[in-house]
């Protein structure tokens, strides 16, 4: 008997850290077109605790979040890999 191949799940702080890292920036409207992801902050802040320097600009309603220097583009390369 074969067995079937368990499905990633998909992790919506890689998703927006990629989107970082390919644009430079995000914004709610975008996380939420492209991921579906409802609390931009919430994954915001745990790529923050990961170390990484993420800075806001704008109001509430228009808040726009920029990526910072990248410690390593090995991390960026495998994000990549493992979302396709």
């Not at 989107?19 to 709610?28: A, M, N, V």
């Not at 990484?52 to 726009?64: C, F, M, P, R, V």
């Amino acid at each position: 008997m074969t067995s079937v191949p368990k499905k990633k799940q998909f992790n919506k702080t890689n998703a927006v850290l990629g989107y970082l890292l390919r644009y430079g920036s995000i914004t709610r409207h975008a996380a939420l077109t492209h991921f579906r992801v409802w609390n931009l902050p919430l994954e915001i802040m745990k790529l923050k605790k990961r170390g990484y320097n993420i800075t806001s600009e704008g109001a509430d309603d228009n808040l726009k979040y920029y990526l910072g220097n990248v410690a390593s583009n090995s991390e960026w390369l495998s994000i990549l890999i493992t979302s396709c």
